[in-house]
Protein backbone atom coordinates (compact mmCIF):
# COMPACT_ATOMS: atom_id res chain seq x y z
CA UNK A 1 0.00 0.00 0.00
CA UNK A 2 1.23 3.35 -0.80
CA UNK A 3 2.65 6.08 2.22
CA UNK A 4 0.16 8.12 0.70
CA UNK A 5 -3.07 5.53 1.35
CA UNK A 6 -1.84 4.52 4.43
CA UNK A 7 -1.66 7.99 6.19
CA UNK A 8 -5.22 8.14 4.89
CA UNK A 9 -6.33 5.04 6.05
CA UNK A 10 -4.96 6.32 9.66
CA UNK A 11 -6.59 10.05 9.62
CA UNK A 12 -10.10 8.24 8.47
CA UNK A 13 -9.69 5.73 11.53
CA UNK A 14 -9.07 8.73 13.97
CA UNK A 15 -12.41 10.33 12.44
CA UNK A 16 -14.98 7.77 13.27
CA UNK A 17 -16.92 8.71 15.96
CA UNK A 18 -16.10 5.31 17.44
CA UNK A 19 -12.54 6.23 17.79
CA UNK A 20 -13.25 9.59 18.84
CA UNK A 21 -15.35 8.53 22.06
CA UNK A 22 -12.90 6.08 23.10
CA UNK A 23 -9.52 8.23 23.22
CA UNK A 24 -12.03 10.46 24.87
CA UNK A 25 -13.49 8.11 27.49
CA UNK A 26 -10.07 6.49 27.66
CA UNK A 27 -8.79 9.99 29.38
CA UNK A 28 -11.94 10.48 31.11
CA UNK A 29 -10.79 7.07 33.06
CA UNK A 30 -7.44 8.31 33.51
CA UNK A 31 -8.44 11.36 34.88
CA UNK A 32 -11.12 9.74 37.53
CA UNK A 33 -8.77 6.64 38.12
CA UNK A 34 -5.80 9.07 39.15
CA UNK A 35 -8.28 11.59 40.98
CA UNK A 36 -9.36 8.27 43.63
CA UNK A 37 -6.46 6.91 43.75
CA UNK A 38 -5.52 8.80 46.88
CA UNK A 39 -8.82 7.71 48.41
CA UNK A 40 -7.06 3.89 47.85
CA UNK A 41 -9.52 3.10 45.39
CA UNK A 42 -9.86 1.99 41.65
CA UNK A 43 -12.33 2.00 39.23
CA UNK A 44 -14.11 -1.04 39.74
CA UNK A 45 -13.71 -0.85 43.85
CA UNK A 46 -15.35 2.40 43.44
CA UNK A 47 -18.22 0.90 41.13
CA UNK A 48 -18.98 -1.63 43.80
CA UNK A 49 -18.53 0.46 46.86
CA UNK A 50 -21.12 2.68 44.86
CA UNK A 51 -23.49 0.05 43.77
CA UNK A 52 -23.06 -1.69 47.53
CA UNK A 53 -24.32 2.36 49.02
CA UNK A 54 -27.22 2.62 46.73
CA UNK A 55 -28.66 -1.15 46.62
CA UNK A 56 -26.94 -2.46 50.13
CA UNK A 57 -27.47 -4.59 51.57
CA UNK A 58 -26.86 -6.61 48.23
CA UNK A 59 -25.96 -10.43 47.44
CA UNK A 60 -22.68 -10.58 45.42
CA UNK A 61 -24.74 -11.99 42.97
CA UNK A 62 -27.01 -8.84 42.02
CA UNK A 63 -23.45 -7.04 42.27
CA UNK A 64 -22.41 -8.98 39.63
CA UNK A 65 -25.71 -9.03 37.41
CA UNK A 66 -26.54 -5.14 38.29
CA UNK A 67 -21.86 -4.41 37.26
CA UNK A 68 -21.66 -7.07 34.68
CA UNK A 69 -18.88 -8.12 36.82
CA UNK A 70 -17.01 -11.55 36.54
CA UNK A 71 -18.08 -13.37 40.14
CA UNK A 72 -14.99 -13.88 40.94
CA UNK A 73 -13.53 -10.18 40.29
CA UNK A 74 -16.46 -9.41 42.49
CA UNK A 75 -15.18 -11.16 45.62
CA UNK A 76 -11.78 -9.84 45.17
CA UNK A 77 -13.53 -6.43 44.64
CA UNK A 78 -15.25 -6.91 47.82
CA UNK A 79 -13.00 -8.17 50.00
CA UNK A 80 -10.74 -4.96 49.30
CA UNK A 81 -13.97 -2.89 50.27
CA UNK A 82 -14.10 -4.98 53.45
CA UNK A 83 -10.17 -5.37 54.16
CA UNK A 84 -10.61 -1.23 53.94
CA UNK A 85 -13.56 -0.98 56.19
CA UNK A 86 -15.82 0.84 53.65
CA UNK A 87 -18.20 -2.13 52.98
CA UNK A 88 -19.08 -5.32 55.24
CA UNK A 89 -20.76 -8.77 54.36
CA UNK A 90 -23.33 -10.25 56.68
CA UNK A 91 -25.80 -12.79 56.16
CA UNK A 92 -28.63 -11.33 53.93
CA UNK A 93 -31.94 -11.08 55.87
CA UNK A 94 -33.71 -12.55 52.85
CA UNK A 95 -31.83 -15.59 52.46
CA UNK A 96 -29.48 -16.61 55.40
CA UNK A 97 -27.85 -19.18 53.08
CA UNK A 98 -25.91 -15.92 51.52
CA UNK A 99 -24.14 -13.03 52.23
CA UNK A 100 -25.58 -9.34 51.81
CA UNK A 101 -22.93 -6.15 51.23
CA UNK A 102 -23.64 -2.64 53.10
CA UNK A 103 -21.74 -0.05 52.85
CA UNK A 104 -19.52 0.99 55.96
CA UNK A 105 -20.17 5.18 57.64
CA UNK A 106 -16.43 5.30 56.04
CA UNK A 107 -17.33 4.13 52.90
CA UNK A 108 -20.74 6.23 52.84
CA UNK A 109 -17.73 9.31 53.78
CA UNK A 110 -15.39 7.79 50.79
CA UNK A 111 -18.04 8.29 48.68
CA UNK A 112 -18.58 11.52 49.51
CA UNK A 113 -15.14 12.61 48.48
CA UNK A 114 -14.93 10.51 45.30
CA UNK A 115 -17.99 12.05 43.93
CA UNK A 116 -16.19 15.35 44.34
CA UNK A 117 -12.94 13.83 43.07
CA UNK A 118 -14.98 12.42 40.33
CA UNK A 119 -16.24 16.17 39.58
CA UNK A 120 -13.09 17.82 39.24
CA UNK A 121 -11.28 15.75 37.18
CA UNK A 122 -14.60 15.45 34.79
CA UNK A 123 -14.59 19.35 34.86
CA UNK A 124 -10.47 19.03 33.51
CA UNK A 125 -11.87 16.79 31.06
CA UNK A 126 -14.68 19.37 29.84
CA UNK A 127 -12.22 22.45 30.68
CA UNK A 128 -11.59 22.98 26.68
CA UNK A 129 -15.33 23.44 25.97
CA UNK A 130 -17.69 25.74 27.67
CA UNK A 131 -20.29 25.60 29.75
CA UNK A 132 -23.12 25.56 27.12
CA UNK A 133 -21.04 22.81 25.18
CA UNK A 134 -20.05 20.71 28.15
CA UNK A 135 -24.35 20.73 28.79
CA UNK A 136 -24.71 20.00 24.76
CA UNK A 137 -22.23 17.38 24.61
CA UNK A 138 -23.69 15.62 27.94
CA UNK A 139 -27.07 15.71 26.04
CA UNK A 140 -25.55 14.07 22.48
CA UNK A 141 -23.62 11.51 24.69
CA UNK A 142 -26.93 10.20 26.70
CA UNK A 143 -28.95 10.23 23.17
CA UNK A 144 -26.50 7.56 21.61
CA UNK A 145 -26.27 5.89 24.84
CA UNK A 146 -29.75 5.57 25.24
CA UNK A 147 -30.42 5.03 21.77
Known amino acids: ?44 QHAVLAAVAEHGPVAQADLVRRLGFDPKDVVLLVNHLETAGLAVRAPDPGDRRKNAVTVTPAGLETLRRCAELADRANAELLAPLSAEEGRQLMELLRRVHEA
Not at 17 to 35: E, H, N, T
Open 1 to 44: MPRTERLRALAHIESLPSWLAGRVAARGRDLVAGAIAGEGLKLP
